[in-house]
């Protein structure tokens, strides 16, 4: 008589000092983590698509991103409308850079299904392992780096963005993704209405809280400004000052234009106000902790300032000595 199989135990326990830790793997240095979900959230218009294409574009491609070096993978990008726009964008990314798109690793979905749906989600990950193991055997190991999900409310497919449980189904979906390949996650969704809802994400807080890191992404008609309003377990990137280009692109022989970012001479947003009372505090002997309290921010991003008002002050006196 053949004994029944053991239980599978629901969780299993290991010993602290035989758990090896694992290091943040960068996609994108400083800013964008592998097997993390960091959130990237704006108003209508505020260029949050574009900023996630250039970051698609640069880890697929290996090109810097605003400044900033990347670590190439596979990209997939998951859109719930406009895909003539983006790859009309993305080919505007590609002129504007002289970066060719042939042959590149980026995959563009022909539309985005629910993922708060667990099936649903599961077929869209067997698509991706599908491309991904294809591209592992044929590609040189290739894998994943970069899944884009644009937008949280298309995702949801009409389900309640409000709702705590549907949202906290999403974001189990953006989890699953995540810990298929140890890449990052990035889903794109809107800010509020009110003026106290223009700094974080519409709906259940339970996206919020589901982050790892979170980008906000605003726009004063001329520049777009890009700053970190969420790091779990790294420092706080400096926040960045884009520009917008406008760039014609040829479509087989019809000619459209398109937006591409690119940074700026200009000081970050708030960071000339931030230099300036780091400055003040600290002629008056202020420790950096005690600015980082007094200032709320993290004690990296003073750092930042002291050192940039080091290397502002080494440029002055070079200029007066005529050097």
Not at 227 to 251: F, G, I, Q, T
Not at 266 to 291: A, C
Request: aromatic fraction near 8%.
């Amino acid at each position: 008589m053949m004994s029944s199989p053991e239980p599978r135990p629901a969780i299993r326990f290991d010993r602290i000092d035989q758990i090896k830790p694992t290091p943040l793997a960068p996609v994108v240095h400083d800013y964008i983590f592998g097997d993390t979900v960091t959130g990237l959230i704006g108003a209508s218009g505020a260029c949050k698509s574009f900023v996630a294409g250039h970051l698609a574009c640069s880890v697929g491609t290996n090109t810097p991103w605003f400044g900033q070096g990347v670590t190439q993978g596979a990209v997939f990008y998951l859109a719930g409308e406009g895909r003539s726009q983006i790859v009309r964008r993305f080919n505007g990314w590609a002129q504007y850079h002289g970066v060719s798109l042939e042959g590149a690793p980026i995959f563009l979905a022909d539309r985005l299904p629910p993922l708060h749906d667990r099936l649903t989600a599961a077929e869209v990950i067997e698509t991706i392992k599908r491309i991904a193991d294809e591209l592992f055997f044929n590609s040189g190991g290739i894998d994943p780096s970069l899944i884009v999900v644009d937008t949280v409310a298309r995702a949801l497919a009409g389900a309640d963005e409000n709702s705590a449980s549907d949202v906290g189904r999403l974001v189990d979906a953006f989890d699953w993704l995540k810990s298929q390949w140890g890449c990052a996650v990035l889903p794109i969704h809107h800010t509020g209405h009110s003026q106290e809802a223009k700094t974080r994400g519409r709906g259940s807080s339970a996206l919020y809280a589901g982050l790892d890191g979170e980008f906000l992404v605003s726009s004063d008609g001329d520049t777009v400004q890009l700053r970190s309003m969420k790091e779990k377990d790294w420092p706080e990137p400096m926040a960045l000052c884009l520009a917008r280009n406008v760039v014609e692109v040829d479509l087989g022989g019809k000619v459209e234009t398109t937006l591409v970012l690119s940074l700026t001479d200009q000081p970050r947003p708030d960071e000339q106000w931030f230099r300036e009372r780091v400055s003040d505090l600290r002629r008056d002997g202020t420790p950096i902790r005690t600015i980082a309290e007094i200032l709320g921010a993290t004690k990296s991003k003073v750092e930042h300032a002291i050192r940039a008002l080091a290397r502002d002050a080494l440029r002055y006196e070079e200029a007066a000595n005529g050097r």
